[in-house]
């Protein structure tokens, strides 16, 4: 760290012993600047050093105590120190002795004074009246409490022992006991992500059972959805986190499993159903194998709802399939059925004409008859017969004659064979060298 860095340092410092009370927070926020121009992490874990050396990390965990209402910049200021006291805590690497008087003394004043800030802006936010001119007013006053509690559960990922000591606080409590629906909300939110990250394993019981009575009685009064399902929703993550919230459940709150039909189809369905098999369970692990189950009715049902989805896709391919080709047939039938009745249609009027050239030809032959004197009826029917004749012969004859070209091309084929034989020989005898049998 370089000189100038730690003269800032030493300025703010020597401003926090002179200036007075309500200016404070201002001297202190200085500091968020020379945290960001130090861009690589050691130097930011040598700047934090200093700051510890210093005393401001100390003075900032004192600050965030006070009331804020009358200070420069109000309780947007105490969000923005806190979040500061959280960033010059996160990754300090101090000497041994400096470490065990962080570890065991300070983080958890830290913590009680980051939580005592927390109701202050609970109580701020609930002073506000519920009307629309206030409503901008109500909105910032919560968003500043979301803000503190996430500030608390980034201070609780890094330092998994904290947990402990948020939940065993009293004020924690405090925070939980109220009626404001936002609020309530926001702190089991809170409790849930820090059970989460902790678990409950070093939790008192009576402890345990302050959360417990004051979630069920949020179970048992209220009638907005939101809230209940925020309630079930942090029992769940308490009886999960530690077996001893199980058999508390079953113990103190026998009568809570009727009082619960009222939370069904109110969209929290899920949830609803695990806290009654947490209500029906024995111990930690029934409950776990009745999730089991659970889980695998679930799996069972989706895949022969699949297999079943999928048998009806076959089916409805092979029905489609089976309908087209119905069709197909049914139209090549009735093609059929055209094409051969205009067949028949057409040899009925084959025959007709035929029938009605030989009724013409006949009557064309009465009529000569009819005409014809007497003395040449002889002559004309003899020249009638000779024609008859030679047609009849010329008909005998071409199909005599057509019945003989297969063996006349045959003969033809054999007869060119031997010529071309012939000639080969010829050429051969006449001159053996230019013979080409190719």
């Known amino acids: 760290m370089n000189s100038t860095v730690q003269k ?17 927070p201002q001297a202190l926020l200085s500091l968020q ?12 874990n040598i700047v934090k050093k200093e700051i510890w050396s210093a005393g401001l990390t100390q003075v900032l965990c004192q600050l965030v105590r006070q009331d804020f209402t009358h200070c420069p910049g109000g309780w947007q200021c105490a969000v923005s120190l806190a979040a500061l006291l959280c960033e010059c805590i996160l990754g300090l690497d101090l000497l041994l002795a400096d470490s065990q008087t962080f570890q065991k003394t300070f983080l958890p004043l830290v913590i009680e004074n980051l939580i005592l ?5 609970q109580e701020k936010y609930l002073q506000i009246p519920d009307f629309e001119q206030y409503k901008s007013s109500r909105q910032d006053a919560l968003k500043f409490f979301t803000a503190v ?4 559960v980034h201070l609780v990922m890094s330092y998994k022992t904290l947990g402990g000591k948020v939940l065993m606080s009293p004020r924690l409590l405090q925070l939980l006991i109220t009626d404001d629906k936002e609020t ?8 849930r992500s820090i059970v989460e990250l902790s ?11 302050c959360f417990l009575d004051e979630l069920v009685y949020k179970l048992t009064s209220t009638s907005d959805a939101i809230i209940g399902r925020s309630a079930t929703k942090t029992v769940n993550a308490l009886a999960e986190a530690e077996s001893r919230v199980v058999h508390l459940l079953n113990r103190r709150f026998i009568g809570l499993k009727p009082l619960l039909k009222r939370w069904q189809f109110k969209g929290f369905q899920p949830e609803l159903q695990k806290l009654l098999s947490f209500l029906t369970a024995e111990s930690a692990a029934v409950t776990e194998e009745q999730e089991y189950h659970a889980a695998a009715v679930v799996i069972q049902s989706t895949f022969r709802g699949y297999k079943t989805r999928q048998m009806l896709h076959r089916a409805e391919k092979a029905l489609s399939s089976l309908q087209r080709k119905y069709r197909e047939t049914k139209a090549a039938n009735m093609q059929k059925k055209l094409a051969d009745q205009q067949q028949r249609a057409l040899q009925e009027q084959l025959v007709a004409s035929r029938q009605l050239a030989l009724r013409n030809v ?35 004859r071409g199909r005599q004659e057509r019945k003989k ?12 064979a031997v010529i071309i034989i012939q000639q080969a020989c010829t050429v051969f005898i006449t001159d053996p060298f230019k013979a080409d049998f190719g």
């Open 117 to 121: 800030l927390c109701k202050n802006l």
């Open 33 to 44: 600047d020379i945290l960001n121009d130090a861009s690589m992490r050691s130097e930011q």
């Open 362 to 396: 006949r009557n064309k032959h009465l009529h000569y008859i009819g005409i014809l004197p007497a003395g040449a009826l002889d002559k004309y029917l003899e020249g009638r017969e000779f024609e008859a004749a030679t047609k009849i012969q010329s008909v005998w």
């Open 199 to 209: 678990g409950l394993l070093h939790i008192a019981e009576n402890d345990i059972c």
């Open 184 to 191: 309530s909300i926001v702190v089991m939110n809170f409790i």
């Open 8 to 24: 800032k340092i030493r300025e703010v410092a020597k401003q926090v012993s002179t200036l007075p009370a309500c200016e404070l």
């Open 405 to 416: 070209l297969d063996s006349r091309y045959k003969d033809a084929k054999v007869v060119k």
């Open 149 to 152: 509690l996430d500030v608390t």
